[in-house]
Every structure is written in structure tokens, then in C-alpha cells.
């Protein structure tokens, strides 16, 4: 079974920064697109950033537009999320998930994800 690891969460004071990671062992995700989504408890989970398997294309969530970054290191099989200027907004657990076979795109559609990390939580708290 395909799965990632999710890493780089925590507790931030606002206006902070973090970096986030998501890794993929025993796979390549070279060719896939690999999306960030974060869910808060009640509420659904959404997709804030995406990247397609090249890195070429990226999509964000149009309120966080100007404070997150996704990028990817497909020679050390990572994509990170920095995210900066957090508010107490963000805190979510942020997950990473894969759609296969998107090397040109990416999506926020979870139908089409085919595996998913387990999250790693970030608060964001004075």
C-alpha cells in the first residue's frame, strides 16, 4: 500500500513560519501530483496547494495564495508546503496525498487521490 509521511508540523505563534513535508518511502513520486489538503475537526477538508509531477504547474487555494509555497525534490522524492505569516486560521492537520500519473497537472479533487499520509497537525496560538 502506497503512503506518505507527513512532517514539519507544530506550535507556531502568529506571523510564524513553517515548512512542511511529505515523503514518500519504497515509491517514486516522480510522475504524480501531489496535493496538500488541511481539515479542521467538523468542518471538510480542503485543498490549499498542489503541484504536478514535473513542477511545472502549481494551483493554491486563492486565501493563501500569497503565503504558501509548494514545491518538490523529485531526486529526494519530497514535496514541501512553507507556509508563512501563520494566522490562527491555519491551524489544521495538513495532509499530503498523491494522484497518480499527473505529470503535467494537479488537483484538489480527493476522489482522485490514490493515497493519502496521515497528517501532521499545526497550531497556531500566542
Known amino acids: 500500500q502506497l503512503q506518505l509521511v507527513e512532517s514539519g508540523g507544530g506550535l507556531v505563534q502568529p506571523g510564524g513560519s513553517l515548512r512542511l513535508s511529505c515523503a514518500a518511502s519504497?515509491?517514486?513520486?516522480?510522475?504524480?501530483?501531489i496535493s496538500w489538503f488541511r481539515q479542521v475537526p467538523g468542518k471538510e477538508r480542503e485543498g490549499v496547494a498542489c503541484i504536478s509531477g514535473s513542477g511545472r504547474t502549481a494551483y493554491y487555494l486563492h486565501s493563501v495564495l500569497d503565503r504558501f509555497t509548494i514545491d518538490r525534490d523529485n531526486v529526494g522524492n519530497v514535496v514541501y508546503l512553507k507556509i508563512v505569516d501563520l494566522k490562527p486560521e491555519d491551524t489544521a492537520i495538513y495532509y499530503c496525498a498523491g494522484s497518480a500519473e499527473s505529470f503535467d497537472t494537479c488537483s484538489f479533487d480527493v476522489v482522485e487521490m490514490k493515497y493519502w499520509g496521515k497528517g501532521t497537525p499545526v497550531t497556531v496560538s500566542s
Open positions: 519504497g515509491f517514486t513520486l516522480r510522475d504524480d501530483g
